[in-house]
C-alpha cells in the first residue's frame, strides 16, 4: 500500500534528481565544448565530446600601407619584386614574410590580387 509518507519521499528525491540533472545541464551548457549524448540501437549510451567551439578569426583588411613592401612611399615594381621572390612561401607563421598582405601564414593568389589593387598608389 501506497503512503502519503512514500509518495512525499519519493517526490522529494525525485526533485532532487531533476534538480542535479539542471544543475549538470546548465554547467555543461557553460563549457566551451559540445557534448553529445546519443542511445544507440542496442539501448547503449554513447558519448562525444568534441574540441572547444571557438569563434572564426577574421584576418585584417590590407591597405596600401601593407602593399608597399620596401617602405619607399609607393607600391611599384620595387614591392612587385618582393612579391613574386615570395610568391609561394607557406612558412609566414614561422618566418614573417612581408608579402603575407593577409596575414594567413602563406604569400598566394590572394595577396597577390591585394598587391595588384594597390599597384601604382601613394603611401601619402
Given at each position: ?71 619607399d612611399g609607393v607600391v611599384n615594381v620595387l614591392d ?45
Open positions: 500500500m501506497v503512503t502519503q509518507k512514500t509518495l512525499f519521499s519519493t517526490a522529494r528525491s525525485l526533485i532532487k534528481y531533476n534538480t542535479s540533472i539542471l544543475i549538470i545541464m546548465f554547467v555543461l551548457l557553460a563549457l566551451p565544448v559540445s557534448f553529445v549524448v546519443a542511445q544507440t540501437s542496442k539501448g547503449d549510451v554513447a558519448r562525444s565530446v568534441s574540441t572547444p567551439l571557438t569563434p572564426p578569426i577574421t584576418p585584417p583588411i590590407p591597405t596600401v600601407y601593407d602593399a608597399d613592401f620596401n617602405h612587385f619584386g618582393i612579391l613574386r621572390s615570395e610568391f609561394g612561401r607557406t612558412d609566414c607563421d614561422i618566418n614573417p614574410c612581408r608579402a603575407d598582405m593577409n596575414q594567413d601564414g602563406s604569400v598566394n593568389a590572394i595577396d597577390r590580387d591585394y598587391f595588384r589593387a594597390f599597384m601604382g598608389q601613394s603611401v601619402n
